[in-house]
């Protein structure tokens, strides 16, 4: 991809991010002129940029909009709802478009049709429908026909109708057509009836080529890119692989997967539990790795029944499965609800101040540098060693001053705005509460609030299951509020702040609240807990069943809940952020769910500990205290062990046994002990030794290891040595 349409795909999405900002401001406040000149600015700008890379059918369906809104610019009569939604579907489709571009760099082969219905859309003329067997389809038809067996692998059908005059400007028709790759089939035809012998000119091309290919319509379009108004190009549905086997599952990812079944198949060793978790993870990672997202996603589900059920065969299957061919497509996303894809950005756009500080802090380490150097060159010619102590000793001072502060404004340059992830959600409240028949606004503070790139880019899924939440169960129809003395709108308060190395994102709702005997009752019901330590529970502790897998208060499965996953995940992608959740509630007045998030994720501070012979890392946010806990403290219960600390009794896992490493020698008096904190509860992981406290760049966990449980990720130590840092959570759980 040329380095223009780098740049214009950056400035698109943020003129599409504008416009779709000021058409939502625009609803709420129909007569705002600024906003509406914003709007149109945005999209006559995202049009122009279109036409500069030759994307013709967006630029036409943005220059559709164009019209629209000057209309209104013009005239007095403010936009309504359903128009706004009109040029939103357009906002939609541009983005559609862009992903488009940014995986292929062109336009689908469908983009003429999408810029026809949009053009209609916003003008208000209907759509007419499918038309029934014409010129197009027909063509298809015939060249599908004529191929007989040949056409059943075709993915696309092409027909290029070269421009009569092509010769005079140097093009060769046949150039690209003998370029095309999975040719299948091939017809030539005439563009009209032939005249005469006497009036024909050998310099007008008269041909229109037709043709079959086995590859998807994506890996045709480039050979067209100076010629796209004189080629159609149809998608077909080609065979039930889309992919090949020597593309979708090469030797090496089957080799990985036939050697997870090989893992499963020994049931009855010691261990089988560990080995369906390793298999099941690797599998899925291998899938990832190549590009199977279907059949990652199916081997995923199978872990976690095979887990439940405590049965290898489920995983086993499908592996299997994954080694036959691709899984089927899964369903489409709910309809009413934009599509909302996750992907990681690829640029950032940085303050040149911070640049400069970093120019600044590599001149003051090259002078450093200099120093040292000078110092070792005075000790070679045998200079006065204490003299060259203390100056190396000086040396490292500032050498370590200077590498904090370079550790700290590289960080910085990392850093997003928080606005960057609740840009994202207006458009989903609009679309999620119009279809339960609500009327919320969201109102959002902080959005200036800066976090680390990892943070507000993992933030998107937590925060939308809690706004659906709040939609959802949480606002109460339109009929209770206004028996409630409650406005007949209702309001959600997205709000960021910045407290000390800490960012917390707080999600307000002003509906009923959560009623805690009412997730006591759902609590019993699902089996999650038993009727006697749900009563035993105080309201607080009640309130924290709501995070536990498979809690749900719907009673009815819908597109937005039902199923029993939800808060969960919140709680489980938080904590891997290394952050907590609190939730409060007040019947009637409505919940808040508070995110607690680390302002950084790049830099921990760890914790030493020795184990069966090796070095490992714990978070120390994770780490309550260290104690020496003597061995006639320690109670057997049942399998497990335990000890009392200051009058609480705490779990007590060895690191050594759940690493599967034996005891070295005979175990000492007392045992050294971390007690990790877990939310409200506290574990103890026994461990040979205590090290040191020192600050990491932590790397996670790639390739077929990502995933890993119980590994957060690894990070090099000063003598070369790797060190593992734990996931305790995942290991005391």
């Known amino acids: ?369 200099n120093a040292v150097g000078h110092l070792s060159r005075l000790a070679q010619k045998g200079a006065d060693l204490p003299t060259v102590a203390a100056g190396l000793k000086d040396q490292h001072a500032l050498l370590e001053r200077l590498m904090d502060e370079l550790q700290g404004a590289v960080l910085r340059l990392r850093v997003l705005p928080l606005r960057q992830v609740f840009q994202r959600f207006p458009r989903l409240v609009r679309e999620i509460s119009a279809g339960l028949g609500k009327s919320v606004q969201l109102v959002t503070e902080g959005e200036a609030t800066e976090a680390d790139k990892a943070i507000v880019e993992a933030l998107f899924e937590p925060l939308l299951h809690v706004i659906r939440n709040a939609l959802d169960h949480g606002i109460e129809p339109e009929a209770r509020r206004i028996a409630a003395g409650k406005p007949r709108r209702a309001t959600v308060l997205l709000r960021a702040a910045r407290q000390g190395e800490h960012v917390v994102v707080e999600v307000r709702d002003d509906g009923g609240g959560i009623d805690v005997a009412r997730v006591r009752q759902t609590a019993v019901a699902r089996g999650i807990a038993t009727a006697e330590a749900v009563a035993a529970l105080s309201d607080a502790e009640a309130l924290d069943l709501i995070f536990r897998p498979g809690f749900s208060t719907a009673e009815t499965v819908t597109d937005l809940s039902g199923r029993g996953v939800g808060m969960d995940a919140v709680r489980a992608a938080v904590t891997r952020l290394g952050g907590r959740v609190a939730v409060e509630t007040s019947p009637d007045r409505g919940t808040t769910v508070r995110f607690t998030l680390p302002f950084t994720i790049m830099v921990t501070r760890v914790m030493t500990v020795h184990a069966g012979g090796q070095a490992f890392g714990i978070p120390m946010d994770m780490v309550v205290e260290t104690v020496r806990v003597p061995r006639a403290r320690i109670v057997r219960i049942g399998a497990a062990e335990a000890f009392a600390l200051r009058n609480r009794t705490v779990p007590l896992v060895p690191l050594t046994g759940v690493l599967g490493e034996t005891q070295n020698g005979r175990p000492t008096a007392d045992a050294n002990v971390v007690v990790i904190g877990m939310g409200a509860q506290l574990g103890g992981l026994e461990v040979d030794g205590l090290g040191e406290r020192i600050d990491v760049i932590l790397q996670p966990l790639d390739g077929i290891l990502t995933g890993m449980r119980g590994i957060a990720g690894t990070t090099l130590l000063g003598d070369g040595r790797v060190l593992l840092v734990l996931d305790v959570q995942e290991m005391l759980r």
């Open 1 to 369: 991809m040329n380095e223009l349409l780098q740049q214009f795909l950056i400035e698109a999405r943020e003129l599409v991010a504008q416009a779709t900002e000021d058409l939502l401001a625009l609803e709420r406040t129909p007569g705002d002129g600024a906003r509406l000149d914003s709007a149109f600015r945005a999209v006559h700008t995202l049009k122009g940029g279109a036409g500069i890379v030759d994307f013709d059918a967006m630029a036409r369906a943005l220059h559709a909009a164009e019209d629209a809104l000057a209309q209104f610019r013009a005239g007095a009569q403010p936009m309504t709802s359903a128009q706004i939604g009109d040029y939103l579907a357009c906002l939609d489709q541009v983005v559609q478009w862009l992903d488009h571009i940014e995986a292929t760099g062109a336009l689908p082969a469908d983009a003429e049709t999408g810029a026809a219905a949009i053009e209609r859309r916003v003008h208000g003329i209907p759509d007419a429908g499918p038309p029934a067997a014409d010129s197009a389809d027909r063509w298809v038809q015939s060249l599908l026909e004529a191929a007989g067996t040949e056409g059943e692998a075709a993915r696309t059908a092409l027909r290029y109708r070269p421009d009569p005059d092509c010769f005079f400007r140097g093009e060769d028709p046949l150039k690209p057509m003998a370029a095309l790759p999975g040719l299948l089939a091939l017809r030539l035809e005439p563009a009209g009836p032939w005249p005469a012998p006497e009036e024909l000119d050998p310099f007008t091309c008269r041909l229109v080529f037709l043709a079959l290919l086995s590859q998807p319509p994506e890996a045709v379009a480039g050979l067209f890119e100076a010629m796209r108004d004189q080629v159609d190009l149809v998608p077909l549905g080609g065979p039930q692989t889309e992919r090949p086997d020597d593309v979708s599952l090469p030797p090496p990812a089957r080799a990985l997967l036939d050697a997870q079944i090989r893992l499963l198949a020994d049931l009855g060793a010691e261990g089988a539990s560990g080995r369906l978790s390793s298999a099941g993870r690797v599998a899925v990672n291998v899938l990832h790795r190549i590009g199977a997202g279907p059949q990652a996603d199916t081997v995923s589900r199978a872990l976690e029944a095979s887990e439940q059920a405590n049965d290898p065969g489920i995983l086993s299957s499908a592996i299997l499965l994954a080694l036959a061919g691709p899984a089927a497509p899964e369903d489409a996303e709910a309809p009413g609800v934009p599509a909302a894809p996750e992907t990681a950005a690829r640029t950032l756009r940085i303050d040149v101040e911070r640049i400069d500080a970093l120019v600044k802090l590599t001149g003051e380490l090259t002078i450093a540098k």
